[in-house]
């Protein structure tokens, strides 16, 4: 157990060297970011056809006037290229994340690392009014609003594992920009509590640098319900998640595990047959 706890305590300090990351400079830019009301920015990594699925609904449904730029994680670079394309054929911005030291070795902390660049290098520099992060697999299947569901600065998913250790979820995240930006925003995971043994997933450090000193009760938190893909109904409790799909305020569909990151034949059916499930939770 020693052992043990002393490996994600040194966990921990490692996350703390990786933010020089954000210190370096982008690999490739297309169109600058806009000095914007509303930026929602989402990490891209080598799939394209969700991008497109995902800014197709963002345009349909998103009733706020925003600006979607992509930041791309991508480690395969003929999936990147495409994904660039993809933002130049819709003048949507683009920018390729430096080479990230964890892509390959964690996920979860590859992301943690992207974020932490997205945060230093395009929000703290064009400042926009509001902003967000959202991940690439999540989009809204009605009218809905971001803005206006803002209260005490903030909206979007809380998670948390044990009290007191809860933290802004980035994968469906949005901020008004002066009541944060007196904040060290760190997206790592982290390991917490005395042993370090309370697991807090991509966004986790936030805890420490933002969530433990502000009340929790005055922010706008979106509902949250996980759909079991094989029954239809509300995931239960100590099943399994991996065939499970979440909703997010009723309007939004995160597709998780059975997203489209890996190529497969029934994608579309899955796809289809989680589309058809959230209507009955309308």
């Known amino acids: 157990m020693l052992w043990k706890s002393l490996v994600k305590k040194l ?35 080598n799939n394209k056809d969700i ?26 670079k003929n999936k ?5 394309q993809f933002c130049t054929k819709n003048n949507i911005s683009y920018i390729k994340i430096p080479a990230n030291p964890l892509t390959g070795v964690r996920a979860s902390g590859s992301h943690g690392v992207a974020l932490n660049w997205v945060y ?3 929000i703290k520099k064009y400042k ?8 690439h697999d999540i989009f809204p299947l009605e009218k809905t609003n971001i803005i206006r569901k803002m209260r005490g600065g903030y909206y979007g ?17 949005f901020f008004e920009y002066d009541k944060f930006k007196k904040y060290c925003f760190d997206f790592a995971p982290y390991h917490a ?8 997933d991509t966004g986790g450090a936030n805890y420490y640098t933002i969530s433990r000193k502000i009340d929790r009760s005055v922010l706008a938190e979106a509902a949250s319900t996980l759909i079991d893909l094989s029954t239809g109904k509300e995931w239960i409790r100590g099943t399994d998640t991996r065939r499970t799909f979440e909703l997010i305020d009723k309007s939004w569909l ?29």
């Open 157 to 173: 998913i809380i998670r948390m594992r044990h009290a007191p250790y809860w933290y802004f979820w980035p994968g469906f995240s």
């Open 193 to 200: 509590g005395k042993n370090g043994l309370t697991f807090l």
């Open 51 to 76: 991008l497109e699925t995902q800014y197709s609904y963002l345009q349909e449904n998103l009733e706020d006037t925003f600006d979607y730029c992509i930041a791309d994680n991508s480690s395969d």
């Open 80 to 84: 990147a290229e495409g994904i660039k």
């Open 120 to 122: 230093r290098n395009i």
């Open 11 to 45: 966990s921990n300090v490692a996350y703390v060297f990786l933010r020089l990351h954000a210190y370096l400079p982008a690999r490739h830019t297309s169109r600058t970011v806009p000095k914007t009301n509303f930026l929602i920015v989402t990490i891209a990594f």
């Open 128 to 135: 926009p009014t509001y902003f967000g992060f959202l991940d």
């Open 254 to 282: 995160h597709m998780r595990q059975i997203s489209w990151r890996e190529e497969s034949s029934d994608k579309m059916d899955d796809y289809q047959e989680m589309l058809r499930i959230a209507k009955e939770y309308k």
